[in-house]
C-alpha cells in the first residue's frame, strides 16, 4: 500500500533549536508539496518540488526555514532557528504532474511540532 | 495567480439530510478540482477530483462534485449525510498552466458537523 511517510510524527523542542522534519514520497512520484497548517492560516504552501528541483518556494520564510530533495525518495524540512510561532502541523504530500494520470497528491499523517 | 475559496468556515446538517459544501475558484487556464476531507489528527484523504469530461464527478463515501464553470464553482455534495461525515473539508485546484509549476492551492476548509 503506498503512501506518503514522514517522521518525526510529533516533536517538541525549545526555541532556538533546529528542527528536521523529512518526508518520503510514493514511489515514482516526482512533485513534492510541503504545507504548513495552522488554526489562524488554514493550509499553507510552504514549498513545491517537481524531479527534485524547487518551482516555489515563495510561501516559506527564507531567513529561517529551507527544503530540500536530497534525492529521490527524501524530501527535508528544516527550521533553525526555530520559534514558538512555528508551532503547526507540517504535511507533506507527492504526485504527479497533472497532464500524467493520476492528478490528485497523496498526503503523509504530518509532523506536529511544538516549540515551546 | 490562483487561488480558492470556501465561503462557510462551518455546516451543520442533520444526519440523512442533504450536506452541500460549497467552493469558488480562480485560475487563468483550465483547472484541476479536488476535494479532500481531513479526520482529527491525520491528514488530508482525497476524495474526488474533476479533470474533464462530466460536470458531475462522484467520489468515495458517496460524496459527488459538480463543476460549474460559468460560476467558477466546484460545489461538495452528499444526499444523505451520516456522523460519520463530520470532519474538515477542502477544496483545492491545480492550474494547467505548463510553466507555471502547477502548484495546488488549498480553500480555507469547511469544518462539517453532522447531528445525529
Known amino acids: 500500500d503506498a503512501r506518503v511517510t514522514q517522521t518525526p510524527r510529533h516533536k517538541v523542542t525549545e526555541m532556538g533549536q533546529e528542527v528536521t522534519m523529512r518526508c518520503q514520497p510514493i514511489l515514482g512520484h516526482n512533485t513534492v508539496f510541503w504545507y504548513r497548517q495552522t488554526m489562524m492560516q488554514g493550509l499553507e504552501l510552504l514549498a513545491y518540488f517537481r524531479n527534485r528541483a524547487p518551482l516555489d518556494d515563495s510561501g516559506m520564510p527564507k531567513d529561517r526555514f529551507s527544503a530540500e530533495m536530497p534525492d529521490a525518495t527524501l524530501a527535508t524540512l528544516k527550521i533553525q532557528p526555530s520559534e514558538p510561532r512555528d508551532s503547526a502541523v507540517y504535511f507533506c504530500?507527492?504526485?504527479?504532474?497533472?497532464?500524467?494520470?493520476?492528478?490528485?497528491?497523496?498526503f503523509g499523517q504530518g509532523t506536529r511540532l511544538t516549540v515551546v | 495567480a490562483q487561488s480558492v475559496a470556501q465561503p462557510e468556515d462551518q455546516v451543520n446538517v442533520a444526519e440523512g439530510n442533504p450536506l452541500t459544501v460549497k467552493c469558488t475558484y480562480s485560475v487563468s487556464g483550465n483547472p484541476y478540482l479536488f476535494w479532500y476531507v481531513q479526520y482529527p489528527n491525520r491528514g488530508l484523504q482525497f476524495l474526488l477530483k474533476y479533470i474533464t469530461g462530466d460536470n458531475l464527478v462522484k467520489g468515495s463515501y458517496g460524496f459527488e462534485a459538480e463543476f460549474n464553470k460559468s460560476q467558477t464553482s466546484f460545489h461538495l455534495k452528499k444526499p444523505s449525510a451520516l456522523v460519520s461525515d463530520s470532519a474538515l473539508y477542502f477544496c483545492a485546484v491545480r492550474e494547467l498552466l505548463k510553466a507555471a509549476g502547477n502548484k495546488l492551492t488549498f480553500g480555507g476548509g469547511t469544518r462539517v458537523l453532522v447531528k445525529p
Open positions: 504530500a507527492s504526485g504527479l504532474p497533472p497532464g500524467r494520470g493520476n492528478t490528485e497528491a497523496f
